[in-house]
């Protein structure tokens, strides 16, 4: 929802850049957003409620479609071509500042490589215990209920 909202809220921005799960995440509400309008309008007997809100997401939609041909460095007028621009939608961001602006916030990649905090609350100690408890459940040493009380017996400590 806040990626809907924060579509609407950059009504007319034609610049920058628009990650793969905002420009996605705007594309579902407004979707859904758009099957309940229908449906209101049809118990109001009211078509022209859908025609209003269509009207008034056109621009937010078009811009959403031009910063998400930016992300993954391509120009808006990509979304002008068929097909292509759906394979450009799904594809992922580029990973570095591009000549449309910097990356997103919500389209940093994850770094499943990145050194933990040592700060963490799970000490490795514990979490090689919790890998031979997993170990034994997977093999069927211990069922779901007695993992568990295991796994927690554990982090409290």
């Given at each position: 929802?806040?990626?809907?909202?924060?579509v609407?809220?950059?009504?007319?921005?034609f610049?920058?850049?628009?990650?793969?799960s905002?420009?996605?995440?705007?594309?579902?509400?407004?979707?859904?957003?758009?099957?309940?309008?229908g449906?209101?309008?049809?118990?109001?007997?009211?078509?022209?409620?859908?025609?209003?809100?269509?009207?008034?997401?056109i621009?937010?939609?078009?811009?959403?479609?031009?910063?998400?041909m930016?992300?993954?460095?391509?120009?808006?007028?990509?979304?002008?071509?068929?097909?292509?621009?759906?394979?450009?939608a799904i594809?992922?961001?580029?990973?570095?500042t591009?000549?449309y602006?910097?990356?997103p916030?919500?389209?940093?990649?994850?770094?499943?490589f990145?050194?933990?905090?040592?700060?963490?609350?799970?000490?490795?100690?514990?979490?090689?215990?919790?890998a031979?408890?997993?170990?034994?459940?997977?093999?069927?040493?211990?069922?779901?209920?007695?993992f568990?009380?295991?796994?927690?017996?554990?982090?409290?400590a």
């Open positions: 929802m806040n990626f809907y909202l924060k609407l809220q950059n009504y007319a921005q610049t920058g850049r628009a990650s793969r905002e420009f996605w995440y705007f594309q579902l509400f407004n979707l859904v957003a758009s099957f309940i309008v449906f209101v309008g049809g118990l109001l007997d009211a078509p022209v409620l859908n025609s209003i809100y269509s009207l008034a997401v621009v937010p939609s078009v811009a959403v479609w031009i910063r998400r930016h992300d993954v460095g391509r120009s808006g007028w990509f979304c002008l071509v068929p097909i292509y621009n759906l394979i450009l594809s992922t961001s580029e990973t570095q591009n000549a602006g910097p990356v916030n919500d389209a940093q990649p994850y770094n499943q990145a050194p933990v905090n040592q700060s963490n609350s799970v000490s490795s100690a514990k979490v090689e215990q919790l031979k408890l997993h170990e034994l459940a997977k093999t069927g040493a211990l069922n779901q209920a007695e568990e009380n295991e796994k927690r017996k554990i982090l409290a």
